[in-house]
T-cell receptor, first 115, second 112 residues
Framework: DVKVTQSSRYLVKRTGEKVFLECVQD?????MFWYRQDPGLGLRLIYF???????EKGDIPEGYSVSREKKERFSLILESASTNQTSMYLC??????????????FGDGTRLSIL | LAKTTQPISMDSYEGQEVNITCSHNNIATNDYITWYQQFPSQGPRFIIQGYKTKVTNEVASLFIPADRKSSTLSLPRVSLSDTAVYYC?????????????FGTGTRLKVLA
C-alpha cells in the first residue's frame, strides 16, 4: 500500500519565519504535488514535480518554493510566512511518467498556523 | 482551463442511494474523471475513475454521458460512515503541462 508521509500534523510558526514542510513517499513515484486546502475553496495546487530537481508552478505558487533533491522527498518552503498562509497543506504522489490519469495518493495533511 | 462544479452539500438517509453530479464543461479529449473521498483530518482517498459510459467498483459507480461534460458518482445504500466530502477531479493540459483541477467538493451528510 502506498504511503505518503507528511512530517508534521500540526505546526505553529510566526510571521516572517522561513517554514519547511516535508513530504516523503515510499513507492518510488515520479510525480509529487503540494496543495493547500481552505474552507469553501477546495484543494488548490501550489507546485508539482514530475522528476527529481524538476518543478512546475501550480495555480497559487506565490510566496512558496519547492525542493526535490531525492525522488522520494518533496519539500514545500514558505520563504517568509504570512498569516494568509495559514491553511491545511496536503502532499500527494502518483507513479508513471506520462501517465497523468493515475490516481493520486495523499498524505494526511499538515495544519499550519501562522501567528 | 477545465473547471469542475459540484453541489456544496447533500443530505441523505442510511440505506439510500446517493448521486453526486459534477459539471466539467471544458474537459479535454484525453482527460479522465476521478472522484475522491475525504474524511476530517485526513487526505483525500481515491474512490473511482472513468473516461466514458459507466464504471463500477466495490464501493461506487461512475456514470459519464457521451458528451463527457458531466459525471455522476453513485453511492449505493449509504451508511453513516459515508459522511464525508467528495471531490471530482479532471486533468487539464491546456497550459502544456498536466495539472489537476479539484472542485470545491460536496459535503455529504448521512443521517440515521
Amino acid at each position: 500500500d502506498v504511503k505518503v508521509t507528511q512530517s508534521s500534523r500540526y505546526l505553529v510558526k510566526r510571521t516572517g519565519e522561513k517554514v519547511f514542510l516535508e513530504c516523503v513517499q515510499d513507492m518510488d513515484h515520479e510525480n509529487m504535488f503540494w496543495y493547500r486546502q481552505d474552507p469553501g475553496l477546495g484543494l488548490r495546487l501550489i507546485y508539482f514535480s514530475y522528476d527529481v530537481k524538476m518543478k512546475e508552478k501550480g495555480d497559487i505558487p506565490e510566496g512558496y518554493s519547492v525542493s526535490r533533491e531525492k525522488k522520494e522527498r518533496f519539500s514545500l518552503i514558505l520563504e517568509s510566512a504570512s498569516t494568509n498562509q495559514t491553511s491545511m497543506y496536503l502532499c500527494a504522489s502518483y507513479g508513471g511518467q506520462g501517465a497523468p490519469n493515475q490516481p493520486q495518493h495523499f498524505g494526511d495533511g499538515t495544519r499550519l498556523s501562522i501567528l | 482551463l477545465a473547471k469542475t462544479t459540484q453541489p456544496i452539500s447533500m443530505d441523505s438517509y442510511e440505506g439510500q442511494e446517493v448521486n453526486i453530479t459534477c459539471s466539467h464543461n471544458n474537459i479535454a479529449t484525453n482527460d479522465y474523471i476521478t472522484w475522491y473521498q475525504q474524511f476530517p483530518s485526513q487526505g483525500p482517498r481515491f474512490i473511482i475513475q472513468g473516461y466514458k459510459t459507466k464504471v463500477t467498483n466495490e464501493v461506487a459507480s461512475l456514470f459519464i454521458p457521451a458528451d463527457r461534460k458531466s459525471s455522476t458518482l453513485s453511492l449505493p445504500r449509504v451508511s453513516l460512515s459515508d459522511t464525508a466530502v467528495y471531490y471530482c477531479l479532471v486533468g487539464d493540459i491546456t497550459s502544456g503541462t498536466y495539472k489537476y483541477i479539484f472542485g470545491t467538493g460536496t459535503r455529504l451528510k448521512v443521517l440515521a
